[in-house]
C-alpha cells in the first residue's frame, strides 16, 4: 500500500504541475506544522530518509528560497534547524490548495467518522513515535 501510494502521489503531484516532489512538500508540510521550524534530523526521521538524501532535498527547497538551514547548539553540539520561510509558506498553501480536489475526490469513498477516525488514529501514532524515540542531537 506504501509503494503504490507514494508511486500515485509522485504522479499526481507531476500532473498538477506544482514544482514540487512528494518528499519537498512533505518537509514544508512538517516543517509548516512544528510551528515554522525543525531540526534537519528530525525532519529527516520523520520522512524516513537518510541524512544525506535529505541534505539534497533541502539544497533544493533552499536554492529557491522555500526554507532556511541555522546552525544552533543543543547540549553542546551544533544541531541545523529548518526553517520556513514566507515563500515557502505561500507555496505548500498554494500547493495545499491544488491538492484539495483530489483528497475530497478520494475522501468521498470514506465516512466522515471514518475519516475522524483514521485522522485521530494517525495523530496519536505521530505522537507515540515521537514520545517512544529519544533524540540525542
Known amino acids: ?22 518528499e ?3 518537509v514544508l508540510d512538517i516543517t509548516y506544522y512544528e510551528d515554522k521550524k525543525i531540526c534537519q ?3 529527516a526521521l520523520a ?18 528560497g522555500y526554507i ?11 544541531v541545523k534547524i529548518v ?6 509558506e505561500d507555496v505548500y498553501i498554494k500547493t495545499l490548495n491544488a491538492l484539495r480536489p483530489g483528497i475530497q475526490k478520494m475522501i468521498q469513498f ?13 495523530r496519536r501514532i505521530r505522537q507515540a513515535v515521537k514520545e517512544s524515540i529519544e533524540i540525542d542531537i
Open 110 to 122: 470514506i465516512t466522515n467518522k471514518e475519516t475522524d477516525s483514521i485522522i485521530k488514529s494517525l
Open 24 to 26: 519537498e512538500f512533505c
Open 83 to 88: 526553517i520556513l520561510t514566507k515563500e515557502g
Open 41 to 43: 534530523r528530525d525532519l
Open 68 to 78: 532556511k538551514r541555522e546552525v544552533t547548539t543543543k547540549q553542546n553540539r551544533p
Open 1 to 22: 500500500t506504501a509503494k503504490y501510494c507514494k508511486k500515485v502521489g509522485e504522479q499526481y503531484f507531476k500532473k498538477l504541475n506544482t514544482g514540487l516532489t512528494t
Open 47 to 64: 520522512l524516513l530518509v537518510n541524512r544525506a538524501n535529505m541534505g539534497k532535498i533541502l539544497d533544493h527547497l533552499e536554492k529557491r
